[in-house]
T-cell receptor, first 114, second 109 residues
Framework: ETGVTQTPRHLVMGMTNKKSLKCEQHLGHNAMYWYKQSAKKPLELMFVYNFKEQTENNSVPSRFSPECPNSSHLFLHLHTLQPEDSALYLC?????????????FGPGTRLTVL | GQNIDQPTEMTATEGAIVQINCTYQTSGFNGLFWYQQHAGEAPTFLSYNVLDGLEEKGRFSSFLSRSKGYSYLLLKELQMKDSASYLCAVLDSNYQLIWGAGTKLIIKP
């Protein structure tokens, strides 16, 4: 039990669908992250939120849209995705962004785009 | 550019010792993390090194040499449950984690 939960755990969607991934952390952290994990590739940082403000967007296509309504919740809204977007999407949290704090991960959402 | 290198896959025998190496070239250094990730599960924190030397935590130890840009994770008395991927990540000068692609460790009886 890492204190970071993600739903759904698995998602299959067509290229014209719109769906959302949800992340919730129960650790009292102030920074939250979205990562993409593809097979045999390093984790790719997508977005960072610190105290509900987006601090980083690592050249992510606009078909991915993050939302952070409060420090405990993070969403990733998906629309008109491509098959190459199929991957494991991991959410993580840490005490703060500009620090050496450990990041704690959720179990991920396995996304398949048909 | 920034780069983290670690072997793609390693195989070891139950009860033995295995060393997983990680070399890095990054813009600045604020520490190195090791995470364990079982298939289909979340990466979980194993260790953090920021000073040179060996840190021991039960069956797992992590070593760092900043001058060589090198770290290793040492796993002793291997158990079947240690079969997992091990991820090396370096915190750069902007406090961004630079990740390696992970080492898949296979434990055989």
């Amino acid at each position: 039990e890492t204190g970071v939960t993600q739903t759904p755990r698995h998602l299959v969607m067509g290229m014209t669908n719109k769906k959302s991934l949800k992340c919730e952390q129960h650790l009292g952290h102030n920074a939250m992250y979205w990562y993409k994990q593809s097979a045999k590739k390093p984790l790719e940082l997508m977005f960072v939120y610190n105290f509900k403000e987006q601090t980083e967007n690592n050249s992510v296509p606009s078909r991915f849209s993050p939302e952070c309504p409060n420090s405990s919740h993070l969403f990733l809204h998906l629309h008109t995705l491509q098959p190459e977007d199929s991957a494991l999407y991991l959410c993580a949290s840490s005490q703060e962004r500009e620090h050496t704090d450990t990041q704690y991960f959720g179990p991920g959402t396995r996304l398949t785009v048909l | 550019g920034q780069n983290i290198d670690q072997p793609t896959e390693m195989t070891a025998t139950e009860g033995a010792i295995v060393q997983i190496n990680c070399t890095y070239q990054t813009s600045g250094f604020n520490g190195l993390f090791w995470y364990q990730q079982h298939a289909g599960e979340a990466p979980t924190f194993l260790s953090y090194n920021v000073l040179d030397g060996l840190e021991e935590k039960g069956r797992f130890s992590s070593f760092l040499s900043r001058s060589k840009g090198y770290s290793y994770l040492l796993l002793k008395e291997l158990q079947m449950k240690d079969s997992a991927s091990y991820l090396c990540a370096v915190l750069d000068s902007n406090y961004q984690l630079i990740w390696g692609a992970g080492t898949k460790l296979i434990i055989k009886p």
